[in-house]
T-cell receptor, first 114, second 115 residues
Framework: DAMVIQNPRYQVTQFGKPVTLSCSQT?????MYWYQQKSSQAPKLLFH???????NEADTPDNFQSRRPNTSFCFLDIRSPGLGDAAMYLC?????????????FGDGTRLSIL | GNSVTQMEGPVTLSEEAFLTINCTYT??????LFWYVQYPGEGLQLLLK?????DKGSNKGFEATYRKETTSFHLEKGSVQVSDSAVYFC??????????????FGSGTRLQVQP
């Protein structure tokens, strides 16, 4: 089945130690998104790629960066994680067809900061 | 800007009860509307969608109708099961400048179904 896969499901890192989360897709979608979701809240969009074009949300901290080396893969880099960055990180993809194209989500990576 | 307002949870129901989760939206233009479901420890799954006024989305016994006159997209199910226990997010999608379909989420409603 075509899908969005996030690795790892659980990640533990130390305060200030860089960490990378990965996402891959077999849907061949043009657009890939990264969301941060804290407990009992809605997902918050951090940034997205439209093909190779990177688009940052205005309030995304500089500590968060992303790379998309090819259509299938996208990475989220957190340069110096703080305690407030502990959250679930969700990757999603969408096509660019007509109205009503949904986003397809992975199962997320839950990040803990020690 | 766009916004989505959902009823606060948790909503606690007995098995086989009728479910309604209210959702209203504010948007310019003609957004698409979605309901996503999130089971514990998992990502979001698309439950149903509607792309224009009076469209009804349906899936797994859940239904929602796109009501432009009341700017609403309420989720309903006639008979809930324990397995429906999850968090439900209402969302709208509007085409942005970059061509992406930006999703604006409501705050989510936790549903707990008791046997």
């Amino acid at each position: 089945d075509a899908m969005v896969i996030q690795n790892p499901r659980y990640q533990v890192t130390q305060f200030g130690k860089p960490v990378t989360l990965s996402c891959s897709q077999t849907l061949n979608h043009n657009v890939m998104y990264w969301y941060q979701q804290k407990s009992s809240q809605a997902p918050k969009l951090l940034f997205h790629y439209y093909d190779k074009d990177f688009n940052n949300e205005a309030d995304t901290p500089d500590n968060f960066q992303s790379r998309r080396p090819n259509t299938s893969f996208c990475f989220l880099d957190i340069r110096s994680p703080g305690l407030g960055d502990a959250a679930m990180y969700l990757c999603a993809t969408s096509g660019t067809g007509g109205q009503g194209q949904p986003q397809h989500f992975g199962d997320g990576t839950r990040l803990s900061i020690l | 800007g766009n916004s989505v307002t959902q009823m606060e949870g948790p909503v606690t129901l007995s098995e086989e009860a009728f479910l309604t989760i209210n959702c209203t939206y504010t948007a310019t233009g003609y957004p698409s509307l979605f309901w996503y479901v999130q089971y514990p420890g998992e990502g979001l799954q698309l439950l149903l969608k509607a792309t224009k006024a009076d469209d009804k989305g349906s899936n797994k016994g859940f239904e929602a109708t796109y009501r432009k006159e009341t700017t609403s997209f309420h989720l309903e199910k006639g008979s809930v099961q324990v397995s429906d226990s999850a968090v439900y997010f209402c969302a709208l999608s509007d085409r942005g400048d970059t061509g992406r379909r930006a999703l604006t989420f409501g705050s989510g409603t936790r549903l707990q179904v008791q046997p």
